[in-house]
């Protein structure tokens, strides 16, 4: 894997190693081939004037948290000057921002630089990666740096923060800022083989991004290791992690066996087993638990969910007169929302709340859940291309093929933003396997004993 951010700091606040150099080698990475499609919009000027004011201030470089290095920001969050077009072309024309959202005012705040805006799925709408408004960049391996696949079989990237994710396992960003409403950054990380934290929903302030889900968004970041994903979380969030001394064994964690297990393919099957395998061998006291209050989720959200009927009342007047500007695939989901009744949300809401207590109630005593991220590996993007229109058979294969995939692509990751919960995807495969995630996870206002956790968990598995 690249060098993480606190290595890269570490060098520039010895050094023997200037933040223009640092940004000269993301510039090169980012117009490299291992970045194509990574990028809608880049700001290297910008980026390139921060690395300056950081060397040419040795006070400055010695306190900045990130020290000049490059940050990436998804299409969905506001930047002073610049359209925020949600991965749409139904934004196009859109007033640009006149200030930066705090997320991104909070990454330049802490001595950021940002290096260009990233490739995203229309609206944060799914967990493939596929844009048919512009090329989808291809997965990459960020712990073995390489593509992830075979030569000219290109795969997806995940996401909806697909180039965030793409971003920062090449080496281009240390910190790609995204998003994640169902498994938006723990999809992309696990399927790039980098590290994605998702916390506690109310800690970091979703103001100056375009809302899929009012309820369950997340704004939070990829980063290439566990301690960078800390640093990228204190700064999001305006906060200190309490850390702890406490070693692996001290720790009790839990393998839930409903639903998050079913239908994993046999590498991500295999990789799961060998991972909690050396986690045991390292000391970790891991229980099974049935945790069958997984299976409540389908009746709870069976008249829809609340990313559909929370979307379908922001995008209600667009669908109006632009609908035709849309995804079609994004445009089908967004739609179902406009069937949900007001009886029906409001029955959502608490039957949320009634199943959250319960599974709090399940997890009692055991500090963290772990389960794969997600159960496959990335298929190829042509398996799932959006629909050109010139084949019909072909589009409704792919179109099947996509919805498939992307069901199957969330499932194990929007367990945890129902829970109101935080989780930490690390990568768990070897260098002949395509990436694939592990995810550790608990409820809300968990992420310091997460986090904690992800290090000793990092530091385990660097044995494999």
């Known amino acids: 894997m690249p060098t993480d951010l606190l290595a890269t700091r570490q060098r520039i606040f010895g050094g023997d190693l200037s933040a223009s150099t640092a940004m000269e080698q993301s510039i090169a990475v980012a117009q490299s081939a291992a970045c194509r499609a990574a990028f809608v919009k880049t700001t290297f000027e910008e980026a390139s004037a921060t690395a300056q004011k950081v060397d040419a201030d040795p006070l400055a470089s ?24 949600a991965g749409s072309r139904v934004l196009d024309g859109t007033q640009a921002a006149f200030r930066d959202c705090p ?12 290096l260009g805006r990233t490739h995203m799925v229309e609206f944060a709408f799914s967990g493939v990666g596929t844009n048919p408004h512009v090329p989808t960049p291809a997965a990459w391996d960020g712990r073995f740096g390489k593509l992830a696949g075979m030569p000219g079989e290109p795969r997806i990237p995940g996401g909806s923060s697909s180039g965030a994710a793409v971003s ?10 995204g998003s994640d409403t169902g498994g938006s950054i723990r999809i992309p990380a696990a399927l790039n083989g980098i590290v994605g934290f998702k916390g506690t929903a109310d800690l970091v302030p979703t103001a100056g991004a375009v809302p899929l889900s009012t309820t369950l968004d997340t704004v939070c970041a990829l980063t290439r290791s566990v301690r960078d994903a800390i640093v990228a979380h204190e700064i999001l969030a305006a906060r200190t992690v309490t850390r702890s001394p406490a070693p692996l064994a001290a720790y009790r964690l839990a393998v839930a066996q409903t639903t998050l297990l079913d239908g994993l393919d046999s590498t991500v099957a295999k990789a799961f087993q060998r991972t909690v395998q ?15 209050e997984i299976r409540e989720l389908g009746a709870i959200q069976s008249t829809g969910g609340f990313s559909a009927a929370e979307s379908y009342a922001w995008h209600r007047p667009l669908l109006e007169t632009r609908a035709a500007d849309y995804d079609p695939r994004v445009a089908a989901r967004i739609q179902r929302g406009a069937v949900m009744k007001a009886h029906e949300y409001i029955e959502l809401i608490n039957a949320r709340h009634q199943w959250i207590a319960r599974v709090e109630q399940a997890l009692q005593g055991y500090d963290a859940v772990l389960s794969p991220t997600v159960p496959i590996v990335a298929p190829a993007i042509a398996a799932v291309a959006p629909a050109n229109g010139l084949d019909a058979a072909l589009d409704e294969a792919r179109d099947a093929e996509f919805f498939r995939v992307n069901a199957l692509l969330l499932r194990n990751t929007s367990v945890v933003n129902m829970l109101d919960g935080c989780a930490l995807s690390l990568p768990c495969h070897t260098a002949d396997e395509l990436p694939m995630g592990l995810m550790a996870w608990n409820g809300a206002h968990r992420d310091d004993t997460v986090l904690n956790l992800g290090l000793l968990i990092e530091e385990a598995l660097q044995i494999q």
């Open 62 to 85: 010695q306190t900045s948290r990130l020290a000049g290095l490059a940050f990436s920001v998804k299409d969905l969050f506001d930047v002073a000057g610049q359209t925020t077009a």
């Open 103 to 114: 997320a991104v005012a909070r990454l330049k705040a802490a001595g950021g630089a940002m």
């Open 168 to 177: 920062v396992a090449t080496g281009a960003a240390f910190i790609g800022l």
């Open 278 to 292: 050396a986690l045991r061998d390292a000391g970790a006291l891991i229980h099974e638990i049935p945790l069958a």
